[in-house]
T-cell receptor
Framework: AQSVTQPDIHITVSEGASLELRCNYS??????LFWYVQSPGQGLQLLLK??????LVQGIKGFEAEFKRSQSSFNLRKPSVHWSDAAEYFC??????????????FGTGTRLTIIP | DAGVIQSPRHEVTEMGQEVTLRCKPI?????LFWYRQTMMRGLELLIY????????DSGMPEDRFSAKMPNASFSTLKIQPSEPRDSAVYFC????????????????FGPGTRLTVL
């Protein structure tokens, strides 16, 4: 079974500073990887996804993530954060789908606080 | 499209009462997912449906929980009897049908129902 670890429960970053959120996965092969964002009182929104190919993927809102097979990691980055990026961020993993296997396994999330 | 619609947004009930959470998926989506989010356990998949048929209910915590999807535009998650440990935010999500060549279809989440059981 797949699993996801987000080692940082809470991160505080100054507005304009760079950001990196960590994600490590456990799976026997290369899974499908995702980052979601949850703003307060809202549902989850997909930021980006990785299936295969180029290990650096671009997402919405200026986010990117890099897949590193050797480290079983899929860290999320942004060069310069904005106050509106304050939210909770979830890494998720899915097995390369066979028909009917649509399960997503989420990490426990990282809460991002932005300070002026 | 209005997105995934959940009701109620907030529910406060007393232990032992029956609770019913409702979800309307995005029109044309034939996968529907129920998740539960708690501080202790994070976001967990409870059950998901394809074409109104439950495919995987291995995440349903116990017999007090049941989910139905009587038609393509409506699903319910029922807890009977409710307990304080059921307090959580319950999310519904839906996604498009899989087509030839599609690797994955994005799950679109509703705003959630915050359940408090006293």
């Amino acid at each position: 079974a797949q699993s996801v670890t987000q080692p940082d429960i809470h991160i505080t970053v100054s507005e304009g500073a760079s950001l990196e959120l960590r994600c490590n996965y456990s799976y026997g092969a290369t899974p499908y990887l995702f980052w979601y964002v949850q703003s307060p009182g809202q549902g989850l929104q997909l930021l980006l996804k990785y299936f295969s190919g180029d290990t650096l993927v671009q997402g919405i809102k200026g986010f990117e993530a890099e897949f590193k097979r050797s480290q079983s990691s899929f860290n999320l980055r942004k060069p310069s954060v904005h106050w509106s990026d304050a939210a909770e961020y979830f890494c998720a993993v899915a097995a390369p789908p066979n028909f009917g296997n649509e399960k997503l396994t989420f990490g426990t999330g990282t809460r991002l606080t932005i300070i002026p | 499209d209005a997105g995934v619609i959940q009701s109620p947004r907030h529910e406060v009930t007393e232990m032992g009462q029956e609770v019913t959470l409702r979800c309307k998926p995005i029109s044309g989506h034939d996968y529907l997912f129920w998740y539960r989010q708690t501080m202790m356990r994070g976001l967990e998949l409870l059950i998901y449906f394809n074409n109104n048929v439950p495919i995987d209910d291995s995440g349903m915590p116990e017999d007090r929980f049941s989910a139905k999807m009587p038609n393509a535009s409506f699903s319910t998650l029922k807890i009977q009897p409710s307990e304080p440990r059921d307090s959580a935010v319950y999310f519904c999500a839906s996604s498009l049908p899989r087509t030839s060549g599609s690797l994955w279809n994005e799950q679109f989440f509703g705003p959630g129902t915050r359940l408090t059981v006293l």
